[in-house]
């Protein structure tokens, strides 16, 4: 294994964090900013308000993108035990 093949294996590593991770930041992203823009708007400051429909909002797409995301992880691992079974 020389410095190409790490980098290969750490390159395609962060990307399936990112494939992985990416659907639900994008959604408590989507709604922090429809909750910030609500508090904004009627001036309530309430601490729980930004943090139970965030936490719903992930908890509802993990369960909605679960086997992409464990279909992702699969095949990293499928690579890299390749990559070791023939010696990379």
Known sequence: MNEAD????VRNAVWTVVAAAGPSIAVAMFIGLIIA???ALTQI???TLTFIPKIVAILIMVAVTG?????????LTEELYGRIEHGF
């Open 6 to 9: 790490a980098l290969d294996i």
């Open 45 to 47: 400051q309430e601490m």
């Open 37 to 39: 823009l609500f508090q």
């Open 67 to 75: 086997p992409y995301m464990g279909s992702q992880i699969y095949a």
